[in-house]
Every structure is written in structure tokens, then in C-alpha cells.
T-cell receptor, first 111, second 114 residues
């Protein structure tokens, strides 16, 4: 059974610092990995999708890496801003099509 | 439509009543998923539709929960005889095929059972 773990569970940084969020998964036979952002009381917003054949994806200040063999992904957010405060979730898709989510990392960027 | 639409956005119901939650996926997306997020908990898979059929219903927590999809489009999640532990945010997602191109989520329905 696939298990996804996110560390740390919570993170507080001053504005301008780079953020590093970690995600690990137990079964490396995945199709893809997706990073989401969730604001309080809201749904999920997709940030980056990494296919199993890819090593990384970039969008603006966001960069996500994937090491499938070791079961790890890292989301980097450069030059953090207060507006980056949210919960960040990673999810993997394997056979059977459903996504398995990690518990999330709650991020607070202080002005 | 432009995104995944869910209604209602909020629902308060009395214990024992039935509720219906609606999901309108992105036009052309053949796969549709329901998830549940309880307070302080992670996202829990409920059911997956490919077209109108549901190959995976393994996440439905009890026989009080059912879902259907018609015309390969709109889906309805029904909870009968609601209990307080059913209180959660119910999220719907759709993808073009079996999810290999990423999921798009709706804003969710917040269900409160009193």
C-alpha cells in the first residue's frame, strides 16, 4: 500500500527566505507526482505535475524535483512572500488511478 | 466549463437527513474522483469514475454513501442518514483520462452535520 509522508508538518520563515518542502513515498512504481496548494477553507490548486520519467519541473519561483528510485520529491519556493502562506500537499498516482496524498506542510511566511 | 464546479459550497444538515453533493467536471474530462477531507485529517479517496462506470469504489466508508455519474459528466455523491462523523469537506476532481495528466480539483462542499 502506497504511503506518502511530508516533512516538516509545519514551517515558519521570514519573508525572502527560500522554502524547502519534502515528500517521500514508499512505492516507487508511480505514474506521476503532483504538488498542490491549499488555502484555508478552499479547494486544491495544482502547482506542478512531474511525470515519472521527469526529474524536475519549474514554474516561476517554484521548482520541484523527483527521485523516483529513492521515493522522494522536493518542492523549492524561492524568495518566499507572505502570499505563499498556505498548506502544501504532495500526491502520487500509481496503478489504479487514484491519488495518494501526504499529510501536508503548513507554511507561514512572516512579513 | 472552465473549471470543476461543486455545489453547494456549504451545507448544514441535521443528523439523520440525506444530502446530495454535486460535481460538474471540466468538459471532456472522462475521469472523475471524489475525496473527503475531515478536520485536521488528510485527503481520503472515496470513489473514481471512468465515464459513467465506477471501477473503484473502495473508499466509500459505508453503505450510506453512494455516487453516480450520468452522461459522462455531472456526478452526485449521496449520503443517507447523515452522522456527525460525516462532517468534512468533500472535494471533486477531474482529469482528461485516468489521471496521468494531473488532477484539477473543485473548491469543495463543506458539510456540517448537527
Amino acid at each position: 500500500k502506497q504511503e506518502v509522508t511530508q516533512i516538516p508538518a509545519a514551517l515558519s520563515v521570514p519573508e525572502g527566505e527560500n522554502l524547502v518542502l519534502n515528500c517521500s513515498f514508499t512505492d516507487s512504481a508511480i505514474y506521476n507526482l503532483q504538488w498542490f496548494r491549499q488555502d484555508p477553507g478552499k479547494g486544491l490548486t495544482s502547482l506542478l505535475l512531474i511525470q515519472s520519467s521527469q526529474r524536475e519541473q519549474t514554474s516561476g519561483r517554484l521548482n520541484a524535483s523527483l527521485d523516483k528510485s529513492s521515493g522522494r520529491s522536493t518542492l523549492y519556493i524561492a524568495a518566499s512572500q507572505p502570499g505563499d502562506s498556505a498548506t502544501y500537499l504532495c500526491a502520487v498516482q500509481a496503478a489504479g488511478n487514484k491519488l495518494t496524498f501526504g499529510g501536508g506542510t503548513r507554511v507561514l511566511v512572516k512579513p | 466549463g472552465a473549471g470543476v464546479s461543486q455545489s453547494p459550497s456549504n451545507k448544514v444538515t441535521e443528523k439523520g437527513k440525506d444530502v446530495e453533493l454535486r460535481c460538474d467536471p471540466i468538459s471532456g474530462h472522462t475521469a472523475l474522483y471524489w475525496y473527503r477531507q475531515s478536520l485536521g485529517q488528510g485527503l481520503e479517496f472515496l470513489i473514481y469514475f471512468q465515464g459513467n462506470s465506477a471501477p473503484d469504489k473502495s473508499g466509500l466508508p459505508s453503505d450510506r454513501f453512494s455516487a453516480e455519474r450520468t452522461g459522462g459528466s455531472v456526478s452526485t455523491l449521496t449520503i443517507q442518514r447523515t452522522q456527525q462523523e460525516d462532517s468534512a469537506v468533500y472535494l471533486c476532481a477531474s482529469t482528461p483520462e485516468g489521471g496521468r495528466y494531473g488532477y484539477t480539483f473543485g473548491s469543495g462542499t463543506r458539510l456540517t452535520v448537527v
